[in-house]
């Protein structure tokens, strides 16, 4: 059983370098079968890191900027809210234990950020999971993605890593 876990595709986080991502992921999804599709959601909350130490006061929850991107709805199965960078939230665990998924495949925003930290997470639990990097962006640009990719392939092997085209 495989996975694809969607990484906060939310209104608040497309721009000028994330917009691509909603046709592409749901291409991709048009054409590979998942037994589960899941996706994190950020919330911000007065109570956040982000709110209080970052000063950060967009994708507030509750509002249309932290609704998932409409393209990508019809797909998803699970939506697991979370107010961190990663979306190894409890109930997230739960469920991914619950289902013994042979691999769990990532794809979202912000590669550098969120994606990156719940990767990091998930393979610290012993889960075999990758990032597909093609529909992964960040929304400060491609260096930052880039960066981060690198430090997936460095601290958890290059085959961490994929096209879209190797599935």
Not at 47 to 67: F, H, S, V
Not at 82 to 90: E, I, M, N, R
Not at 111 to 138: E, F, H, K, P, R
Request: charged residues 20%.
């Amino acid at each position: 059983m495989n996975c694809l876990a969607i990484i906060d595709m939310q209104n608040a986080f497309m721009n000028e370098y994330t917009a691509h991502l909603p046709g592409r992921i749901r291409q991709f999804l048009e054409t590979h079968d998942f037994d589960s599709v899941i996706a994190t959601k950020y919330c911000n909350t007065p109570g956040t890191a982000c709110y209080r130490l970052g000063g950060w006061k967009d994708c507030m929850k509750n509002t249309p900027d932290a609704e998932l991107v409409p393209e990508l709805q019809p797909f998803v199965q699970r939506v697991f809210e979370k107010t961190t960078f990663s979306g190894l939230t409890y109930e997230c665990r739960a469920f991914l234990k619950e289902q013994q998924f042979e691999k769990i495949w990532f794809c979202g925003v912000n590669t550098d950020c969120c994606v990156l930290a719940t990767m990091l997470n998930c393979y610290d639990t012993g889960q075999d999971c990758a990032v597909i990097a093609d529909l992964c962006a960040s929304t400060v640009g491609i260096p930052a993605h880039e960066h981060a990719l690198n430090l997936i392939r460095d601290n958890m092997t290059s085959e961490r890593v994929i096209h879209s085209s190797a599935l």
